[in-house]
């Protein structure tokens, strides 16, 4: 069973589909890898699955439960996780806060494992500073474990890469993998082909809001109508 | 922070205790200036749990003060009830007015809910004028005579600490960070599956109480209430300016906000009554270009000082 499917999505903004009859599967544990050209309804998609942007027509499906219509709140408490292209942590707020305003149940509890997440990327130290003072680099890690105290069955990551040092980067890729492991399904926006090439299973590539190819790494490369997609006629 | 609270507790404590005994041995004048100061913490301390810590600045807080001012007087004037069950009433009033107005209005952004709010207490002036068999009209609301300032003094007092209490509360619990991610980004907030529109609402309904029984307290005191003693603008300007004066989002920025700009009004209001609105207008200038955090948001925030300032 699928743990996402989108059956058929459609976008418009005024007169434009900034996504057009795109469909998708997802199955649990496996990470995926969604690819296009600048302006091709990416993350517009990400906010039509998270329910940041009410769809036009089409459906969505999580766990075989429809999420299309419910709030961005909703769907974030059944279970599907999301980062932003422009990062979006809480600057007035600690990271160790950031970690907390996620968290449910006992406080002391919420605060060990907030504390644990700061250390698996290396930020222990930072707990008590304010998030906006952070780097742009480990702003996105308090973004990445912000994600991941919420404990999602889907993680959404838009763009993991963009921005972050190489020795910061094979850290996210190595702990991305290791949700995989832990049975977590991962669909990720990316440019840098190397990370997307690497890391996934599967890619969808978008162009103009439509899905032109969908299939393992080594085909879409090959495939023209990716490179036309990307290259031009 | 152990220590700090050994300080800070037995510090609290005396000028508590200090307050509790003023009225046996201070002037007429003192105590009613010092009744003063108790409601302006009161309300600052009301606008900063929704504005200052989810960013919603309500431009009508006012008309909660205004809607408990008039439920009191027409309770204790017409229906013949004690002033504290009264009170009581007035909080309970402006809670549910704002239960009527936060449901559609918090769905709106920033600035609309600004408006809406603006909005809502010149609705409200405009309905307690033309009601005037219960209200009086715009002749006012007069109450049976009696002095229970000194009562009404400690009253008013309890509610200024219940109040910052609160905030306390709030504040030092993920719920009051909860209402902070608003402020900071509220589609970030929604993503991460906080239910922001119930903050909201729950933040909005919490600081109607206040000024809603500080307004039924303040119609006993004076014994006599109109449209336009009880719903100006400039009592909303007024808390707004405590507020970002002391620091939005703290435990005592309001407070103190409230206890220096009374005391400075105060003394430039004997002297110079002619420039009293112009210093208003150059301090909400001053603060926004200088420390638009206000006094403990910029030592917080420089200094790393907990939440609990």
Request: charged share 15%; aromatic share 8%; glycine share 12%.
């Amino acid at each position: 069973m699928a743990v996402l499917a989108v059956e058929s999505v459609t976008k418009s903004f005024g007169g434009v589909a900034a996504v057009h009859g795109v469909s998708f599967a997802l199955e649990a544990g496996r990470i995926y890898g969604l690819i296009g050209p600048n302006g091709s309804g990416k993350t517009t998609l990400f906010n039509c699955i998270t329910g940041l942007e009410p769809i036009d027509a089409g459906r969505v499906r999580f766990k075989d439960e429809r999420i299309d219509g419910l709030k961005p709140w909703r769907v974030a408490r059944r279970g599907i996780g999301r980062t932003f292209q422009m990062i979006r942590v809480f600057p007035e707020l600690t990271a160790l806060e950031n970690l907390l305003v996620v968290t449910r149940g006992p406080r002391d509890q919420a605060e060990r494992r907030g504390r644990e997440m700061l250390a698996f990327v290396k930020l222990e130290g930072l707990a008590g500073e304010y998030a906006g003072n952070l780097s742009y680099g480990q702003q996105k890690l308090v973004e990445f474990v912000r994600v991941l105290m919420t404990d999602p069955t889907l993680i959404l990551l838009d763009e993991p890469a963009a921005g972050v040092n190489r020795t910061l980067l094979n850290d996210l890729l190595a702990a991305v993998a290791r949700l995989r492991d832990e049975g977590r399904t991962i669909l990720l926006v990316e440019h840098d082909m190397k990370v997307v090439m690497g890391l996934c299973e599967t890619v969808f590539v978008l162009d103009h809001g439509e899905k032109i190819a969908e299939g393992p790494p080594g085909l879409i490369q090959a495939d023209e109508r990716v490179i036309e997609a990307y290259f031009g006629a | 922070m152990r220590l700090s609270r050994a300080v800070v507790l037995p510090a609290l404590a005396v000028v508590l205790a200090a307050l509790a005994a003023y009225p046996m041995v201070g002037s007429g004048y003192g105590v009613r200036a010092t009744l003063q100061v108790f409601m302006w913490i009161a309300l600052a301390g009301s606008w900063n749990l929704i504005s200052g810590l989810t960013g919603y600045v309500s431009f009508g807080h006012v008309a909660f003060f205004g809607a408990g001012a008039y439920t009191g007087a027409i309770l204790v004037a017409h229906a013949g009830w004690s002033w504290p069950a009264a009170a009581l009433a007035g909080g309970v009033a402006a809670c549910l007015l704002a239960l009527l107005i936060g449901y559609p209005c918090l769905r709106l952004k920033g600035p609309y809910f600004a408006i809406a709010m603006l909005g809502l207490n010149e609705v409200l002036r405009a309905l307690v004028s033309y009601f005037e068999g219960l209200t009086g009209g715009g002749n006012g609301l007069s109450l049976p005579t009696l002095d229970a300032t000194r009562a009404i003094y400690y009253v008013m007092g309890a509610l200024a600490v219940a109040v910052t209490a609160m905030t306390y509360a709030i504040i030092t619990s993920r719920f009051g960070l909860r209402l902070m991610t608003i402020r900071e980004d509220e589609v970030a907030a929604e993503a991460m599956g906080i239910d922001t529109f119930r903050h909201k609402l729950v933040a909005f309904l919490l600081s109607a109480v206040g000024p809603g029984i500080a307004g039924a307290l303040t119609a006993r005191d004076q014994g006599y209430i109109e449209p336009i003693s009880v719903f100006p603008l400039a009592i909303t300007v007024t808390m707004i300016v405590m507020v970002l004066f002391g620091g939005k989002g703290t435990v005592w920025g309001p407070v103190l906000g409230a206890a220096a700009l009374f005391v400075i009004q105060e003394i430039v209001w004997a002297r110079y009554p002619y420039v009293h609105p112009l210093l208003f207008g150059t301090i909400i200038v001053a603060v926004v270009l200088l420390m638009p955090r206000g006094v403990l948001g910029l030592l917080q925030l420089k200094y790393r000082l907990p939440r609990t300032i």
